[in-house]
């Protein structure tokens, strides 16, 4: 099955106005269920863009974008926040953690916002960091835990409501050699598992990793390449 269709897709940001830019021009790309795809290309070549476009977050200026079976540019804006909630796990470059709230607070967000009960929360959110090996830190404020054991957290709050399509930008940016291996070895169970993964980086540490089955690359919101 094919997870993501995007067909001659155009985003401009500011269309109209003296600060108008064309981000995206023409993109053709079709990602199967289940595999796993490295976009890499320089800064502003565009990836951060179309991660944002396949997660649901805004919409193309122009062009298709069908993420799970649904034409996005179609969907109304609350469902199209719907259709993200339930089908994608979007990891960002900035953590977007909440300081002030727990470890568990933090990972429980998402599925307060589904609706799942106070104790179905509990259970699923404990079980994901137990998995990321951070729930000795459950209790702990955000503020207060490392760099490594955040990223470990964004990953929880991601994943926590079990979704097909994981989004990740800069996933290894701020991480050193040895949590950015260990990341890496987590997509690959994730891909295991049967999840459809789409990462972004420039760091050739993810590029060059097992787990990638395809690397596409862009410049100037193109894309240059792609290879298997
Ligand atoms: N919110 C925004 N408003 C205006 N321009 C933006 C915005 N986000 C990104 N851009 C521009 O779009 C282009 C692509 O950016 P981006 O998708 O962030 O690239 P990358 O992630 O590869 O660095 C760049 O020229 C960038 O300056
Ligand atoms: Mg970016």
Redesign the pocket.
Known sequence: MIMIVLKDLCKI??KGQV?E?A??SGINLQIRENEVLCLK????????????IMGCVFPPTSGVAEVGGKKLSRLPDRFLTLHRRGLIGFIFQQFNILPQLTVLDNVMVPLMVLGYPPVARRKKALAILKRLGVSHRADFPASQVSGGELQRVAIARALVNNPAIILA??PTAHLDHKLSLSFLDFMMELKEEGKTIIL?SHDPLVADHVCVDRIVE?AD?RIISSCS
Do not use: F
Not at 41 to 52: E, R, V
């Open positions: 940001y500011n600060n830019v981000a995206l290309g320089s800064s502003g070549s565009g990836k951060s863009t179309l991660l944002a930008d800069e972004t862009m919101g």
